[in-house]
């Protein structure tokens, strides 16, 4: 079962990787109630679980806002406080402190500039970042983690992405247009002018003409190499088969020579 835990991990890493240049060390952005999971399921240190989950090597942040709600709720988090304070800060620009789940969303835009992993235990705040199209998702679930594969939206947006790049844009395509319109306008003057020149010579365009009729081949015809006959040396020597007549003649020529 860990085994294909760990195959289908893997996968949604290569998914993100590919698809959105994901790079290690990966940042993963974890929120309070992921430290107390991690804290209460005794799954530490915890940057060796979430590397053991994403099977490589992870650098963990939080936000000062996530900080201040874990500070807030008194004794009752001061464990999550402590171990969250020992994770580098992820920069959020927020003058007046927010909730958790408002922060991290805000750290992680439309775009997730930054590629963030997200890792959270808040269900409310997953259902948010599916609809972001880079944003990984991690949760736990008792004493082990897991990545979530790559929502329905995702796979739409990166397919959607996909067809974009094989067609050219608007801008790709006047441009082309442009250049074309220039090369047919270059060589009709040139006709021209070599017209006026020579007037026995008239311009002629070769378009008109078929591969059979041109002095020059359009395409090079590579010599396709016939079947050669079997190697003279590896072919076994027929044997020859004498006429018995005639060997029945030489005998006798052979025994009247042996009676004289």
């Given at each position: 079962?860990?085994?294909?835990?760990?195959k289908?991990h893997?996968r949604?890493?290569?998914?993100?990787?590919?698809?959105?240049?994901?790079?290690?060390?990966?940042?993963?952005?974890?929120?309070?109630?992921?430290?107390?999971?991690?804290?209460?399921?005794?799954?530490?240190?915890?940057?060796?679980?979430?590397?053991?989950?994403?099977?490589?090597?992870?650098?963990l942040?939080?936000?000062?806002?996530?900080?201040?709600?874990?500070?807030?709720?008194?004794?009752?988090?001061?464990?999550?406080?402590?171990?969250?304070?020992?994770?580098?800060?992820?920069?959020?620009?927020?003058?007046?402190?927010?909730?958790?789940?408002a922060?991290?969303?805000e750290?992680?835009?439309?775009?997730?500039?930054?590629?963030?992993?997200?890792?959270?235990q808040?269900?409310?705040?997953?259902?948010?970042?599916?609809?972001?199209?880079n944003?990984?998702?991690?949760?736990?679930?008792?004493?082990?983690?897991?990545?979530e594969?790559p929502s329905?939206?995702?796979?739409?947006?990166?397919k959607?992405?996909?067809?974009?790049r094989?067609?050219?844009?608007?801008?790709?395509?006047?441009?082309?247009?442009?250049?074309t319109?220039?090369?047919?306008?270059?060589?009709?003057?040139?006709e021209?002018?070599?017209?006026?020149?020579?007037?026995?010579?008239?311009?002629?365009?070769?378009?008109?003409?078929?591969?059979?009729?041109?002095?020059?081949?359009?395409?090079?015809?590579?010599k396709?190499?016939?079947?050669?006959?079997?190697?003279p040396?590896?072919?076994?020597?027929?044997?020859i088969?004498?006429?018995?007549?005639?060997?029945?003649?030489?005998?006798?020529?052979?025994?009247?020579?042996?009676?004289?």
């Amino acid at each position: 079962m860990r085994f294909k835990r760990q195959k289908r991990h893997r996968r949604t890493v290569r998914f993100f990787s590919v698809c959105f240049g994901f790079r290690q060390p990966f940042k993963v952005l974890c929120d309070g109630t992921f430290i107390h999971h991690l804290l209460h399921n005794d799954l530490i240190p915890a940057d060796k679980a979430l590397s053991n989950c994403l099977s490589a090597s992870v650098k963990l942040f939080t936000t000062s806002c996530v900080l201040a709600e874990l500070k807030k709720l008194g004794a009752s988090q001061s464990a999550s406080f402590q171990a969250a304070r020992k994770l580098a800060i992820a920069r959020c620009d927020h003058e007046k402190r927010v909730t958790a789940d408002a922060c991290i969303s805000e750290v992680i835009g439309e775009h997730n500039s930054e590629h963030f992993f997200v890792a959270t235990q808040d269900v409310d705040l997953r259902k948010k970042l599916q609809k972001v199209p880079n944003v990984p998702l991690i949760f736990g679930l008792r004493n082990a983690l897991f990545l979530e594969p790559p929502s329905k939206f995702q796979r739409e947006f990166v397919k959607s992405s996909e067809e974009k790049r094989l067609h050219m844009t608007e801008k790709e395509y006047k441009a082309l247009e442009k250049k074309t319109t220039t090369v047919d306008a270059g060589d009709s003057s040139d006709e021209e002018r070599l017209g006026c020149h020579n007037p026995g010579l008239q311009p002629h365009n070769t378009r008109n003409y078929s591969g059979n009729k041109r002095d020059v081949k359009d395409r090079v015809r590579f010599k396709r190499n016939k079947a050669k006959g079997p190697n003279p040396l590896s072919v076994k020597k027929k044997k020859i088969r004498e006429n018995p007549n005639l060997a029945s003649g030489k005998t006798d020529i052979l025994k009247s020579i042996g009676r004289k």
